[in-house]
């Protein structure tokens, strides 16, 4: 991996996908993960066997494995704590023990160009597009969230093939508590578990520049696989959610709509449950007026708070 192949490209920051305040070159571990292209090969199968799921890697998941495992072979400053290979997408966490002068999409870069030209090698297909371009990072900044993303990446498998086998898991939850409270939901279950959940509130209060910060930090989080919760009230909100949308961002949406047995979400809210990226949470209110906003947030701030379900 220290040779750079023809598929080798120089990293180029993206304020969407980057972390603009932070140092990649910095002491620190990240969770990255990255996808396969449409045209390759898969990497792994799942099946479920009763409360678990088997992962079986194939020829091409096992190249992708062994690149990220050698990693530190090559690069001594970082190690690799834990990694998935899913039948799509690569998730690893990586830990970087001390500065490095390459920054950290230079390392991500050359285990995709290694692990690209030995499955090309493979196929016998000398323009194969292995992955996806670009990769999401998320940094581990808080105490006790490496042992959440380990039981993430642990859970992946078994996660993926619930949802393949058992789709009807993430069509409706009629009484769910969250906190102190009983919800209805609607969309996919799973993105309560997302270790990355970040509500969005803007305050009138709020300076200019605090809301440019924020607003930055929200879009990170949609660019790198977070979870955006909050019921998108003011104009500023619902500013934030468009823009992430296209960023392919997933949100947990907080809505005072009473969820029926036949409720089903429409025009946009229904395209984004099919795709996966929206779950509905309803705290019914008469009228939406001061107070049903402010519970409505202090709702989004006990989802954020939510590990598991």
Known sequence: MQDKPAYYKATIPNNHRRASWHDYHSRCMYMVTFNKSA?????????????????????????VEEEII??????????IIAQVVMPDHVHFIIFVKEPIKKHLGNIVQAIKASATKRIRELCGDKT???FAPEFHDRIIYRRGQLDI???????NPYRLAVRRERPEFFARALNLRIGEAMVRAYGNMFLLRNPFKEQVVVHRRDSEQTKAMQKERWLYAA???GVLVSPFISKAEKEIRNEAETLGARFILISNETMG????????????????????ISQPH???DRAACLAMNRLAEEVC???DV
């Open 39 to 63: 045209a390759a090969p898969l990497f792994s199968d799942i099946k479920l066997e009763g409360k678990e799921a088997v992962l079986t890697l194939t020829p091409f998941g096992k190249i």
């Open 70 to 79: 050698g990693t530190p072979l090559h690069n001594p400053q970082v190690s």
């Open 128 to 130: 194969l597009l292995v």
């Open 149 to 155: 993303l380990k039981k993430y990446i642990r859970r």
């Open 223 to 225: 660019a790198n696989g």
């Open 261 to 280: 047995e036949r409720f089903k979400p429409s025009g946009r809210d229904f395209e984004l449950c099919e795709q996966g990226r929206l779950l509905i």
């Open 286 to 288: 008469p009228q939406l």
């Open 305 to 307: 708070c939510v590990a």
